[in-house]
């Protein structure tokens, strides 16, 4: 059974700046960050394949990045937006094949992020 932790929520101000940390108990090649805003469905706001190759929403490209060390995976959200409030969720996927288009199988907690305008 695979753990993930997320850390590094919190309040800031629209214009600020989070960068969201995620522990998995073992390395995943394929890593996520979702989110759910407040009476809104779960979204995907970025992954990462092997290291390098990522995929962002359109609606944070550009000022969000998503980073993998091994058994961590980053997102940096700069320029933050009342809209980018939300619970964040990193996740994975039991096997990182064709998963880019599947739900993904372990969920970390998730961690608050308030955006305040």
């Known amino acids: 059974q695979l753990h993930l932790v997320e850390s590094g929520g919190g309040s800031v101000q629209a214009g600020g700046s989070l960068r969201l940390s995620c522990t998995v108990s073992?390395?995943?090649?394929?890593m996520g960050w979702f989110r759910q805003p407040p009476g809104k469905e779960r979204e995907r706001v970025a992954t990462?394949?092997?290291?390098?190759r990522t995929y962002y929403a359109d609606s944070v490209q550009g000022r969000f990045a998503i980073s993998q060390e091994w058994k961590s995976v980053y997102l940096n959200m700069k320029r933050l937006e009342p809209e980018d409030s939300a619970v964040y969720y990193c996740?994975?996927?039991?096997?990182?094949?064709?998963?880019?288009?599947?739900?993904?199988?372990?969920w970390g907690q998730g961690t608050q992020v308030t955006v305040s305008s």
């Open positions: 073992v390395h995943r090649p394929c």
């Open positions: 996740a994975t996927w039991a096997v990182c094949v064709d998963w880019a288009t599947r739900p993904p199988d372990y």
């Open positions: 990462i394949d092997n290291g390098d």
